[in-house]
Nanobody, 125 residues
Framework: QVQLVESGGGLVQAGGSLRLSCVTS????????MGWFRQAPGKEREFVAA????????YYTDSVKGRFTISRDNAKNTVYLQMNSLKPDDTAVYYC??????????????????WGQGTQVTVSS
């Protein structure tokens, strides 16, 4: 069973930065497309960013382009989400997810096979 554990969430003022990390168990990490999703109170969970198995391709939702950066370290079984210029609208629970189908669209929630428990990010105005 694959387990994903997120960390790095917290409370930050608008304009600040946070770096989320997600450590994945198992030896197949380098085969997975990794994604970050978020869910704000009263809203559906939404795609934030994804990265290909090699790290060569990245994908972002429009609202975070230029502010967030996704990266991965396959030697450490870890994916990161660097979040800069945070806004109150970024407040949400952030989830890490793994997809073992490299051909699947990276922004489609139901394509992902494994999920972490989430980490809270709160941005104050």
């Amino acid at each position: 069973q694959v387990q994903l554990v997120e960390s790095g969430g917290g409370l930050v003022q608008a304009g600040g930065s946070l770096r989320l990390s997600c450590v994945t168990s198992g030896r197949a990490f380098s085969k997975y497309v990794m994604g970050w999703f978020r869910q704000a109170p009263g809203k559906e969970r939404e795609f934030v960013a994804a990265i290909s198995w090699s790290g060569g391709s990245t994908y972002y939702t429009d609202s975070v382009k230029g502010r967030f950066t996704i990266s991965r370290d396959n030697a450490k079984n870890t994916v990161y989400l660097q979040m800069n210029s945070l806004k109150p609208d970024d407040t949400a629970v952030y989830y890490c997810a793994a997809d073992n189908n490299r051909a699947a669209p990276p922004d489609v929630e139901y394509e992902y096979d494994y999920w972490g428990q989430g980490t809270q990010v709160t941005v104050s105005s």
